[in-house]
């Protein structure tokens, strides 16, 4: 067995992955052989997990190993990301899907809908055990959210991503994928939610949020993570209370598309024409990411009252990273039918927004679901 912290499994983050990464991409020589009748012995005990890649810089290189945050993303595909890592086939039986191959804050509405569906249809199938995801980390946190939503299934879903590519000498990507397997293929994870695995952490996918754009540590939750991942063995010590998956009304099975929401950064003197190309764009919500408790300044508030009175819907959240923001506090959501989206941050407001509204556009029912998820 490979241990993530032994000295057989250190040249993951160097060496051995940024050899596998570079001319050519890495090649077979890397891939575990066994012999025939004890490898199908041996497979037949192991579960099954689909790696379905997307991109990203976990999918990057760079043209020098001082290279950490100078690279091309979504350059390696998906075979040679497993080849490089071939401690990953100790833990399960693992093949690769390339869905995508695209920088993650390209990801399009229609793309997520069409990988949502794809992992659902996998999940479905009895060979499948666990599925993980390698994504670009920009919007990573709202693809795990939205697969939280709509995917129902109480069998693994793990995010994973880098923030370095494959080519440095510090590169995360390695081990940051082989215990995204790990917790894919663990028992543990099952009824867990959608999870995102970096770092040695456990994170759910519906609180994580990337705080920094240039270290490994860049997710984190205010709730906390769910567990760590320490020599191949996860460790759940809090699991998640809103509906998720399996105790979720929505299905990805019964949405082909997502309505347009738009988000509208708060500041001081802010620009009232912003609204109103977000509407005349299509949009049929709008979140107001507004300042402290998704405050709204005077001088907006009959704009967007105004927005209400035209059908879309009116979302108060918060460019505050922690925290949440309290209903009819700042502002008289009841009396202006507004809704406001607890504690989720303008990105993931908006994905539930727009999985909500392909159910109900009534406030008084979005409001709960924004309580609930």
């Not at 093949?95 to 509405?109: M, N």
């Not at 240039?214 to 509906?243: C, D, H, N």
């Amino acid at each position: 067995m490979f241990s993530c912290r032994s000295g057989a499994a250190l040249p993951l983050r160097g060496a051995v992955f940024a050899l596998a990464l570079a001319s050519g991409f890495g090649a077979a020589p890397l891939v575990a052989r066994e012999m025939p009748e004890a490898g199908a012995a041996a497979a037949a005990k192991k579960p099954n997990v689909v790696i379905l890649a997307t991109g990203g810089t976990i999918a990057g290189a760079g043209a020098d190993a001082a290279n950490s945050a100078t690279y091309t993303a979504a350059k390696v595909p998906v075979d040679k990301l497993i080849a490089a890592v071939p401690q990953v086939n100790t833990i399960a039986n693992v093949r690769g899907e390339q869905v995508f191959q695209i920088a993650s804050e390209s990801f399009t509405d229609a793309q997520l809908v069409q990988l949502g569906k794809r992992v659902s249809q996998l999940l479905k199938q009895d060979d499948v055990d666990g599925v993980v995801v390698t994504h670009g980390t920009d919007t990573l946190e709202e693809t795990a959210f939205f697969l939280d939503l709509v995917v129902k299934s109480d069998k693994p879903i793990v995010v994973v991503g880098s923030m370095r590519p494959g080519t440095a000498i510090s590169a995360d990507g390695a081990l940051n994928l082989l215990d995204a397997v790990t917790v894919a293929a663990s028992k543990e994870a099952i009824g867990q939610g959608v999870t995102v695995t970096m770092n040695d952490y456990i994170q759910c996918g519906r609180d994580v949020n990337k705080r920094t754009n240039i270290v490994p540590s860049a997710f984190y939750s205010q709730w906390g993570p769910l567990g760590m991942v320490v020599e191949g063995k996860t460790y759940f010590f809090r699991s998640l209370t809103k509906r998720h998956n399996m105790s979720s009304e929505f299905d990805i099975d019964q949405i082909d598309s997502l309505p347009l929401v738009g988000i509208v950064y708060g500041s001081g003197n802010m620009i009232p024409g912003v609204y109103d190309a977000e509407l005349q764009a299509g949009a049929k919500a709008i979140v107001n990411a507004g300042t402290g408790n998704g405050s709204v300044p005077g001088y907006l508030v009959d704009k967007l009252k105004d927005i209400r009175s035209k059908g879309a819907i009116v979302i108060r959240s918060s460019r505050v990273p922690d925290g949440f923001v309290l209903r009819n506090a700042e502002q008289p959501d009841d009396k202006y039918d507004w809704v406001v989206a607890h504690d989720l941050n303008p990105a993931k407001a908006k994905i539930l927004a727009a999985v909500a509204l392909t159910k109900t556009s009534d406030t008084k029912e979005l409001q709960r679901i924004f309580w609930e998820y």
